[in-house]
């Protein structure tokens, strides 16, 4: 062996994939959309390197990982499919057929569905993710976003950011139940883990509104506005909430800072410098690391929750949009 | 997609005389979505659509071989966009809304049929109509419980002079657009500016806005020009780039004021030193560019080819599509059906949305929509103003335009 250099490349490498497969779950790597560059990148979390670079359909934007983590779904706008990644292989191995311009989605893997918002038909799409169909479609409000699936998997929530709209749909019969009018321009959602409220950001009011589910109306409102920023350009977008629904993270969009803010009191407890209109945020399991996606800065930060303070910036591909984390 | 009737093409509109209405409901774009039991509306909110037959505004713009270079549309598409958008919210507001579109054989004639139409239950109109029309459709309204969208027409006099309660400028004023476009050339450390202007009233308001903008942010014009389009060679002094620009101080951009886009083609390229045209021409500071492709834009400029089938959208198209915005958020966000409360929202507490940066309001002291503008290549939006560094004390899209220590008219006083 020793005489042959060549070889022993080979077996390293192939001891590497071999050790990569074994690995596939909890491997704690970063998972980074790119809308612009059509590509994911995965990002090391202990040397905050680049370690792969997946091509995918076009405009990859909102995606989730499935229960065992075998799967990653990635939501491709411009090709109106969601793509499926194995995990294992890095290969893209099936395209589940959406409507015009999916954007983000919500999987209830009990009932085999996808529910994904396609931004230009201004519908919701009911995916059967075993079937590759389309089950139903639902009108929404223009430009639907935002997509919630109840834990009972009998409600799914949608914002529409032109219509200044919360829907309630009945997931099994396919309509709008219920609406409720929240600030300009909704976005996404978080619900607190005890069920009964649902956080919704609204980017052109600046604000996150907090909806009773049970009632469905709006009952608080939270307002941001980072020191040394502009109101006009609090432009919240992200949220993550954890899971014991005591925090919860907003991304502020042009503002460039996380709000921290404590869920009972509804009050903001500080903020957190980040990159160029940053959108997406995911926390790590333990709750100790928060991702956030720079989408004009092409990067992506890397916080201390327990400091709040950001780590490190790695630089990604072209307006990263989303970030998950495998483990 | 919802079908519904096919807007009115112009020959028809022609033969049908002066006026022509078609309402176009919007409860049958509603009726795609399966609730369960969907009470009738409560409240029926029209809107109506007035264009003049004939506008110049709207004649094609022909280079001189007769080949069309453009060929502006009327922005009724614009306003059926924001119909559309509007077909969901009549569950939730117990509403429905029609656009009716009128159209006019003159400027003379926009105002009595906007009283018709007003004494018809119409209070919110949106006036497609070239500045003329103005006057006498201001003093016709004066007083009624109407708000009329001006989605067309920049004539800064409409904001200064003429200063009527019922009129919502939502087209941008000639002085947001020149303080736009200078803002962005002051930005670029291009302050030295060659000035080209035509022979048109319209060539005279736009130099006279560009001059005005030029002097609020410090730039400086190192000459003036005035062009005499055409080739007779006794003029080449005036009709000549080279020659209109072959002076002996150096200057960083030329600005050519040029409403016919005739002599302004021939500009480019055939300037006596290597600098970029601004103005009527390369960069233009426009409304709306069917390449905008931030805070939304996508979908809204994808929309609107959809039900124009296929034009791109321009800033009068925007215009109107947020005009009927903030007539149908009136409504969804007082809960009300009362026009004056929905009036009060609009002129007041109202922010929007017009996918454009940051939100839209009215300005109370000459109800001018104070709105981001965009400067626009043929192939991309260059810049969006308020260009960053340009402050204002309260909303930096007040460094557009007239603000209110300087403005003429003071509605809110």
């Not at chain 1, 411009?78 to 292989?89: E, S």
């Not at chain 1, 939270?222 to 899971?243: A, E, S």
């Not at chain 1, 991304?251 to 940053?278: C, E, N």
């Not at chain 2, 007083?143 to 200063?163: A, H, K, P, T, Y």
């Amino acid at each position: 062996m020793n005489g042959c250099p060549m070889l022993r490349l080979v077996a390293t490498i192939l001891m590497g994939l071999a050790f990569a497969r074994a690995e596939a779950k909890d491997t704690g790597l970063i998972y980074v959309s790119n809308e612009k560059s059509n590509n994911i990148l995965v990002v090391d979390p202990k040397t905050y390197k680049v370690v792969n670079d997946i091509a995918v359909s076009r405009r990859p934007r909102d995606m989730h990982f499935n229960a065992d983590h075998s799967k990653l779904y990635i939501a491709c706008g411009d090709d109106d499919v969601i793509d499926v990644l194995d995990v294992a292989t890095s290969k893209v191995v099936d395209k589940l057929v959406t409507g015009s311009s999916p954007e983000t989605f919500a999987m209830d893997e009990t009932r085999r569905r996808i529910y994904v918002s396609d931004e230009e038909s201004s519908t919701l799409a009911i995916i059967n993710m075993d079937r590759n169909i389309i089950e139903k479609e639902v009108p929404t409000g223009a430009e639907p976003e935002g997509v919630l699936v109840s834990a009972d998997g009998k409600t799914v929530y949608v914002t529409s950011e032109v219509g200044d709209l919360v829907h309630a749909i009945d997931a099994d019969r396919g309509y709008v139940t219920q609406d409720v009018v929240v600030g300009t321009r909704p976005r996404r959602f978080a619900a607190t883990p005890d069920g009964k409220e649902l956080w919704v950001s609204t980017e052109m009011a600046g604000e996150v509104y907090i909806i009773d589910r049970q009632k469905f109306v709006v009952t608080g409102k939270i307002d941001f506005l980072p020191p040394g920023m502009r109101q006009t350009d609090v432009t919240p977008v992200g949220l993550v909430m954890t899971k014991d629904g005591k925090t919860a993270y907003v991304t502020l969009g042009h503002a460039a800072h996380v709000a921290v803010v404590d869920v009972p009191t509804r009050t903001v407890q500080g903020y957190i410098l980040v990159g160029k209109r940053s959108w997406g945020i995911t926390l790590s399991r333990d709750e100790k690391t928060l991702y956030v996606a720079n989408g004009l800065g092409d990067d992506i930060t890397v916080i201390n929750t327990a400091s709040r303070k950001a780590v490190v910036s790695i630089p990604v591909g072209r307006v990263p949009w989303g970030i998950v984390v495998d483990e | 997609m919802s079908s519904g009737p096919k807007a009115a093409s112009k020959p028809w509109a022609h033969v049908l005389g002066p006026l022509l209405c078609l309402a176009w409901p919007l409860a049958a774009a509603a009726q795609d979505i399966p609730a369960p039991s969907q009470p009738a509306p409560q409240q029926h909110v029209k809107i109506a659509f007035v264009q003049v037959d004939g506008d110049p505004r709207y004649a094609p713009i022909r280079a001189s071989d007769r080949i069309i270079l453009k060929a502006p549309e009327h922005p009724f598409a614009g306003a059926e966009v924001g119909l559309d958008e509007a077909a969901p919210l009549v569950r939730v507001l117990n509403t429905d809304f029609t656009l009716d579109r009128v159209v006019v054989k003159s400027p003379a004639d926009v105002a009595p049929a906007v009283l018709q139409a007003a004494d018809a239950g119409t209070h919110f109109f949106l006036i497609d109509a070239p500045a003329e029309a103005y006057r006498p459709l201001a003093a016709a309204v004066r007083g009624r419980d109407l708000l009329l969208f001006n989605v067309s027409e920049s004539d800064d006099v409409l904001r200064r002079d003429l200063c009527a309660a019922e009129f919502v400028h939502v087209y941008p004023s000639r002085a947001q657009l020149m303080d736009g476009l200078v803002q962005y050339v002051v930005s670029r450390k291009w302050t030295n500016l060659l000035e080209l202007q035509g022979p048109s009233p319209d060539d005279a308001a736009m130099t006279a806005a560009f001059e005005h903008s030029v002097q609020k942010f410090g730039a400086h014009i190192v000459a003036q020009r005035k062009f005499k389009p055409g080739t007779d060679p006794r003029d080449r002094e005036q009709n000549d780039p080279a020659l209109l620009s072959a002076i002996n101080r150096d200057f960083d951009v030329a600005f050519v004021a040029d409403s016919d886009f005739d002599f302004v083609r021939t500009v480019p390229y055939h300037l006596v030193r290597p600098r970029p045209v601004i103005g009527s021409i390369d960069l233009e500071p426009v409304a709306w560019h069917w390449t905008w492709d931030h805070n939304g834009a996508p979908q809204v400029n994808s929309r609107f080819e959809k039900r124009s089938g296929g034009r791109h959208m321009e800033g009068a198209d925007w215009a109107a599509w947020v005009a009927v915005k903030m007539i149908v958020q009136s409504v969804l966000h007082t809960n009300s059906a009362d026009f004056s409360t929905q009036r009060a929202f609009i002129l007041g507490a109202g922010s929007f949305d017009g996918d454009k940066g940051l939100a839209v309001s009215v300005r109370p002291w000459d109800h001018q929509l104070r709105q981001a503008v965009l400067l626009a290549a043929p192939y991309e939006v260059i810049a969006n103003a308020p260009i960053e560094g340009f402050l204002h004390q309260t909303n930096e899209l007040d460094t557009l335009g007239d603000d209110q220590p300087e403005s003429a008219c003071h509605l809110n006083r």
